[in-house]
């Protein structure tokens, strides 16, 4: 075997280590090295995606903290403020499943309470393989254990999510997790690392040798048979220290003892002294001899890109130093006085005695490699929008309809979200199994609603309109709890971007996510891109998972629930007519091989009609459901099962089985007045114990039995 | 009259406790588990969460803090005391209750509604219930399942279809004397109508209708 140059075995390219030399002007010393290949990392740094994320529409009054911070912070009015991000540990919960979604978890959390919020939910959005493979079992059950583990015990509940599955995410899982925190205005807080005489202080659990390089190595590689070796790049979390962490920070904060605060995440100490300082425009001195070490003999590279978890550094102003330390002390965590801000802007790392770094501390930032990578349309792409779409001719509704609840990514997500803490804070209104959840918040009028909504498929068979009814089927997610939609942040999963087709893809989605967000008039207000979701060099679906917050001010008094049909109520559908097409939908993953055709495309007039309609009919329904996976058919269903109440659907063939984008049901009294749209048409009637398709009966227990159990007959 | 909700590091039910007695007009206050006596307090619960991490198995350390020195006292002196979930891991580790909490049967994190039937009101938690009162309230644990080997304890309440293995179906146990009760659901968690129950309001009644000043 050749011996290989160390830059290329950090992950870095020849070009790359040629700017680190021109900007130190020499060749970097071993601790600088490691500090810029984990920076100019593709995780770190955005470097493939960063020129395309500029297109996300990104301003609006609201927004109080935009793209580029920890979390995105928009304001709820009368002093209140949230905070939002949403994280993939994609590859660390292949190599390792439960760590690896457990420390995604912490991370995620760690993002929220670095701007000065509680968190207060978490959404997990889960992708893996077919069922039957025992290895997808295996990874399925373990990222479950590893969510439930930390956020359980970290004492956050998770309040919601998803789950689809595809052969294409059998070597490559995704496992993405979003937080939403809330608080004070006054208690925001900024990763800055403040004026010259600031001490950073490094609070949290010592440092060891966890996680080394799993930015670079683990997070912006793709995966072949020697994936198994990385093993030790992942990192392990521990919720009691995180727990201790947040519940310490949180106290800084209210006595607002820091000045700024950044967490340790990807890129470790590199990063956490880098960013505050590249934001404030100051420089830094940093003694790694002080930070707490749990193993001895650990080089300065390594100290600098280990990514053990529970870390934050807070930068406090010299006379409250003490009383930071003894917070730390009162919540039994460690603590230590590392480094001390200085003017100019050079980084200065010490260890043992030796400046083992001497760098300007914006350029790990600043000067990080931007790639304008080619971009082509796939020529396979023709073929698959040619193929037609499933013929239903042969098939009883009623059978479609037992084989659809049947899917595990339809059927009840109850096997999940039981082994999650769904309930601590006493906030939970509308909890996991519904389109939108919602949350109250404490001392006010107000409702926050969150829903996020990702779908391989629709983006593989035509990016833009994928990406884009993302964005409007989550708007409308949260519209029928309530809420008007008010941000959004997306985690954007797409395979090796260094191949063309994938790099179309990204850029058609994010034009797609970038027009819906206009259209609806809300910003993105941060995220994350995971690329090289590639195996044995077959990418994964491109996969973006869009979030939207809403906001119901003030939130209705008795929300919808599937569960409140009852005997005598008819179903309404709003909307428009179905077109026919059923491109992308879960009847065409039932009956055919293979998705095709073009998905119908949407509509933005009709969104913005459709989701205010949504938002204020929710004052008043005792039942509202979007129409997505399985069409009318399983929203219908679902809604019966979960009253326990049959129904009687009498439609157009057509709008039985459609996933046409902007649509919803609506349950009212009989001889109630009709939804106030022009659109809205009678298509059903709840009584009786079937659930009838133009006359084709299923039972409802059979639905309800078969719904609740497709997940965990599965997994059994 | 006051509560005192003790927080460990790892608690996470405190604030939720504290919420619930309030809006029932009780009086609660967070205690931190180093300190030493409980003076001024006329009732101690110990919420749910995962004290010190649940290190070693669930309360094994936390029987160590100093504030289970005048936890104990309280409950030998009669007065109302009360552990909610990871609390009754806590008090049984403490011996204050008889038995131990397992891993559920089937090995599992249980966050689900469940129906429970009061067997007992002769207790500080069950007073203000009917006998044979079917409730609905949270379940939120791992370590749900209550056994007693020598058939030892008081069970007052049962879950009316055992979901974790319990012994004799017991949803919650207490001492002969009655004021100390040990309950694995979450009556907190079942106190506003908007959150799907306001069941948990008889146990927190009794609760709070069981205390005479100190």
Redesign the interface.
């Known amino acids: 075997m050749t011996e290989q140059p160390v830059h290329r075995l950090l992950g870095m390219t020849d070009g790359e280590y040629a700017s680190v030399v021109d900007i130190l002007d020499r060749p970097p010393m071993p601790a600088e090295l490691a500090m810029y290949s984990v920076m100019w990392s593709e995780h770190c740094s955005y470097k493939s995606s960063r020129k395309h994320l500029g297109r996300f529409p990104t301003e609006a009054p609201w927004v109080v903290v935009g793209p580029g911070e920890n979390a995105g912070v928009v304001d709820l009015g009368d002093g209140w403020l949230a905070a939002l991000r949403i994280e993939s540990h994609n590859h660390p919960s292949f190599v390792e499943p439960y760590q690896g979604a457990a420390t995604g978890v912490g991370g995620i959390l760690r993002d929220v309470f670095t701007m000065g919020a509680r968190p207060i939910a978490l959404w997990d959005q889960i992708r893996f393989g077919p069922l039957d493979n025992p290895k997808n079992r295996y990874l399925l059950n373990g990222v479950v254990g590893g969510i439930?583990g930390y956020g359980?015990?970290?004492?956050v509940p998770t309040v919601g999510g998803e789950i689809e599955f595809d052969p294409g995410y059998t070597g490559n899982p995704l496992v993405n997790v979003m937080c939403l925190g809330i608080l004070k205005r006054e208690q925001l807080v900024l990763g800055t690392a403040g004026t010259p005489g600031t001490m950073a202080v490094l609070l949290g659990k010592a440092t060891g040798r966890d996680g080394i390089g799993g930015a670079s190595v683990l997070a912006s590689a793709s995966f072949d048979e020697e994936s198994g070796a990385k093993r030790p790049s992942v990192q392990v979390g521990?919720?009691?220290?995180e727990?201790?962490l947040i519940e310490a920070c949180l106290e800084l904060y209210d006595k607002a003892l820091v000045v700024g605060v950044q967490d340790l995440g990807a890129a470790g100490l590199s990063c956490a002294t880098s960013e505050p300082a590249g934001r404030a425009g100051v420089g830094m001195e940093v003694d790694l001899d002080r930070v707490h070490t749990r193993e001895s003999g650990m080089t300065a590279p390594e100290l600098l890109m280990s990514e053990s978890q529970e870390r934050m550094m807070a930068f406090v102003a010299p006379d409250k130093v003490e009383e930071v330390l003894a917070i730390a002390d009162k919540?039994?965590i460690d603590s230590a006085v590392v480094g001390e801000v200085k003017a100019g802007g050079t980084l200065r790392i010490s260890h043992r005695g030796e400046v083992v770094a001497e760098l300007p501390a914006a350029t790990l930032a600043d000067n990080a490699p931007l790639y304008d990578r080619p971009a082509r349309r796939p020529a396979w792409l023709d073929e698959v929008q040619g193929r037609p779409g499933p013929d239903l001719s042969f098939h009883d509704p009623a059978d479609l309809l037992r084989d659809l609840l049947d899917d595990p990514a339809i059927g009840s997500s109850?096997w999940i979200?039981?082994?999650?803490?769904?309930?601590?804070?006493?906030n939970?209104?509308v909890g996991p199994g519904s389109d939108g959840s919602l949350l109250?918040v404490?001392g006010t009028d107000k409702g926050l609603a969150v829903s996020t909504d990702g779908n391989g498929r629709l983006c593989y068979l035509e990016p833009r309109i994928g990406g884009a009814r993302l964005v409007y089927e989550a708007a409308l997610n949260v519209a029928v709890t309530g809420a008007r939609p008010m941000a959004v942040v997306d985690n954007l999963n797409f395979g090796n971007p260094e191949k063309p087709e994938v790099m179309w893809q990204f850029k058609e989605s994010v034009e797609g996510i970038s027009q819906a967000c206009e259209a609806l008039e809300i910003p993105v207000v941060g995220g994350n891109v995971s690329f090289y979701n590639e195996t044995d060099g077959v990418d994964i679906n491109p996969t973006p998972v869009i979030g939207v917050l809403g906001l119901a001010d003030p939130m209705p008094g008795?929300p919808p629930r599937l569960s409140r049909a009852t005997e005598g109520m008819e179903l309404w559908l709003v909307g428009p007519e179905a077109s026919g097409n059923l491109s992308g939908t879960a009847v065409q993953r039932l009956l055919d091989d293979k998705p095709g055709g073009i998905p119908t495309a949407p509509d933005p007039a009709t969104a913005r009609h459709v989701i205010a309609l949504a938002a204020d009919l929710a004052h008043t329904a005792p039942v509202l459901h979007d129409i997505s996976d399985g069409g009318l058919a399983v929203a219908a269903a679902e809604i019966s099962i979960a009253s326990g109440i049959g129904v009687s659907i009498e439609a157009p063939e057509a709008e039985i089985f459609s996933e046409d984008p902007h649509r919803f049901l609506v349950a009212i009294e009989a001889g109630a007045s009709r939804p106030a749209a022009e659109s809205a048409r009678k298509v059903g009637v709840f009584g009786g114990d079937q659930i009838v398709l133009n006359g084709s009966a299923l039972d409802v227990d059979i639905g309800a039995s078969t719904y609740l159990d497709a997940l965990p007959r599965r997994m059994r | 009259m006051t509560t005192a909700v003790v927080v460990f590091?790892?608690t996470?039910?405190e604030?939720?406790v504290v919420?619930?007695i309030s809006s029932l007009g009780g009086n609660a206050r967070l205690v931190w588990h180093r300190e030493t006596d409980l003076d001024g307090y006329d009732s101690v619960i110990l919420p749910g969460?995962?004290a010190?991490?649940?290190?070693l198995r669930t309360g094994a350390i936390a029987r160590f803090s100093p504030i289970m020195e005048p936890v104990a006292r309280f409950a030998r002196a009669g007065k109302p005391v009360v552990g909610i979930c990871n609390g009754f891991q806590i008090l049984c580790e403490a011996g204050l209750l008889p038995g131990a909490l397992i891993a559920n049967r089937d090995l599992?994190?249980?966050?689900?509604y469940v129906d429970v039937e009061v067997t007992d009101t002769g207790t500080v938690l069950t007073n203000n219930a009917e006998p044979g009162q079917r409730l609905r309230i949270?379940l939120?644990s791992?370590e749900g399942n209550w056994v007693s080997p020598e058939g030892e304890g008081r069970v007052v309440v049962r879950y009316v279809d055992d979901p974790n293995g319990s012994t004799d179906r017991a949803a919650a146990v207490a001492n002969s004397a009655g004021n100390v009760v040990g309950i694995m659901p979450?009556p907190?968690?079942a106190?506003?109508r908007?959150?799907g129950s306001t069941d948990g309001n008889v146990f927190l009644r009794s609760f709070l209708s069981s205390l005479v000043p100190a």
């Open positions: 439930a359980n015990a970290v004492g521990d919720p009691f220290e727990k201790k919540w039994e109850a979200h039981e082994q999650y803490d769904h309930m601590l804070f006493l939970t209104v109250r404490k008795d | 590091p790892g996470n039910c604030h939720d919420s619930a969460g995962f010190h991490g649940d290190a599992s994190f249980i966050c689900r949270p939120n791992y979450h907190e968690r106190t506003d908007l959150l």
